[in-house]
């Protein structure tokens, strides 16, 4: 077998072909009929040449700076990375990640394998059970490609025996992890018993290849505290302990053992670092790192609350016009659910920009999105004003990028790039 | 100026020449490099002909009855219906809602209008102040086409300066509704005396023509309880009052008095109802009907609570397959946030499809949604295995349709439509 290639890079590139128009949303629309890179190689400004609000958009140097950072980090705590590309679905930010360094990327569904393959990302962890017969189907498929390494998650011996009856016997088997889980946690084998059955029923399968362990320990705490920290860890000794177990089961010289959210990825990498009896790929999945946020990873990120660390930079800002302001201390933004994330925690009123362009810090919360509006509560005597801009940091960016298709790159105010993603 | 067509039907259809490929989730691979039509006209299977999960279709039925039901619903009580496309930005459904009658469709940013003028809908209404200077030169060259009729909300006089400084002399001034809001409501005017200064503030614009009075109701309360909803006719006596207290401040013959979520439209269409001194166009912007929905919608609806109505019937369902049977009680779907709203409730279960192709309810309840998974509580004994669908049930479809770009429209299992959405 070939080495894979990291990804497409023409295929990244030919992007800049795509046709700029209204089905994105915030862009100028005298770019209308151009193409993507034509818009980004004009150099237009955010605020005077013709974008409308609402806009979310990406700091070019704090993406540099998070992908440069974690990329160091991983190298110096000896782990490989295949970031959760489901963050993005940007197989622009992919190329970069994979620049970087990045082993593979991780996946959560097999439409976003898809998606990852019409790049031709090489290495795809889908960090699931993949028991839809189509999904199957399309993937023996793609397997045909021989440099195509692709691996996913078993964790029952019903699902091993759903992909077998699927899959026949395909030209090469499917590389699987079993994935271990905890009481009270998401998927994966509850219980080392069920584990080692499913690792056998997966040797048993002429369409399955057993190839390491996996598992997710952000399911099981929300929170860096002492407790929390500590369910990690037994979880993490937990995933160590199967792989030891399992070292007679493995058809590989050196089985995966992966992790890693983007919460507690400093306690995954130490765990699955410490000596092993026999050699094993340690692969952590963070994916949130490339925008971090203002948000819950601020409140979570190892790196933010280890001395000493250099913390990853908030990469994501929206940008609203305030377009009512029926109250004193009431604003109305265009901004809503459908532009911005919600789920982890409301958008965080940062900036305003007046029409003069002058910038300043602002003191106030949004209390509720609508659909398409934020409400902005501020002191009464706020001079914020109708066509007013207000800055805003976001939480959970995995939920701002799904509501983006052509994402505009900033330095400054200066579009230097339009990131697109694929939901 | 000609009348102006309802929307360009030539577009509309155009989509049907839309490339099928890995951009869209859950479609059939085999389908990919075809187009739309094609993939409609081989009448595929839902479940046997290669789409993957998770998916949201449409029940055809449902969908024809809704839009049936509400044209007649909207002529029986003498209401004009100028439904809110930000529900589905589906411009194949902007045509069935205007060959159904429809008078126009409604918007809530300039991006969505530029999506509807991008199929040529010939009559907008901008539910928002619009203070973009980009959005208004924009606007501006659009009204270069005299068929189009575009009317937007203005609740402020600083509102109506900067719209006016844009815009300068325009070929024809830019139709406007003062709006009236209400005090803990949204945008809109909170007195009177407030939108009567707008009123002539629009007057002495050249920018600007007074077109109308809007509003909107459903800020002000969130159930079907009496204070709630005479909170609501005390809101919409309100407008009323407005409307005729501006009388002889219109530059239209007869303008429009306009409100109407999909929760209290009996009551909007009540009040815009009732004998005028003079002659006024009622317009309801109801836009959820189209699909309503199997939560908050199914909850608060005046069909669905006015004894002897014909109700809205639910349009939107999600299949997802179960990708882990962790332990006794709990499972776990491939649906989580980036596919289905939870904003107003979580999914609700309604059926599984086991292996088989059999068919029963299914009783549980999903607890969370994480960005990929749906946690699904059952009984422990439930036999649902690792594999089979789960139907569910869904809340408040603005927050569904902006998940999916080409949604299936299913008569039973086969696939007879494909609904095109742009976010």
Known sequence: M??????DLDAVDAIRHDRVDWRFKGLPADAFGGTVGELVDRRPDLFADGFVGPLVVL???ALEHNLATMARWCAEHGVLLAPHGKTTMAPQLFARQLAHGAWGITAATISQVRVYRAFEVGRVLLANQLVDPAGLRWLADELADETFEFTCWVDSVAGVERMTEVLGTPPRPVDVLVEVG???GRTGARDHDTALAV?????????LRLAGVGGYEGALAHDASPGARATIDRYLESLRDL???LRDEFEVDEPVVTAGGSAYFDQVAAALTREWPFPVRPVLRSGAYVTHDDGFYRGISPLGRTPGAEPF??????W?????????????????????????GLPEPQLVRGRDGAVRPLDAEVTALNDQHAFLRLSPDDPVEVGDWVGLGLSHPCTVFDKWQLIPVVDGTTVVDLVRTYF
Chains 1, 2 share one sequence.
């Open 182 to 184: 905890a009481p009270g």
């Open 199 to 207: 690792a056998r029923a997966v040797r048993a399968s002429p369409a």
């Open 320 to 344: 609203a016009q305030v377009t009512s302001r029926p109250e004193p201390g009431l604003a109305l933004l265009t901004l809503g659910k459908r532009d911005a994330s919600f789920d982890e």
């Open 59 to 61: 700091d070019a140097a």
């Open 243 to 245: 792989a030891v177990r």
């Open 313 to 318: 930079r908030p990469a994501l800002r929206a």
């Open 2 to 7: 070939r080495s894979a290639d990291p990804v």
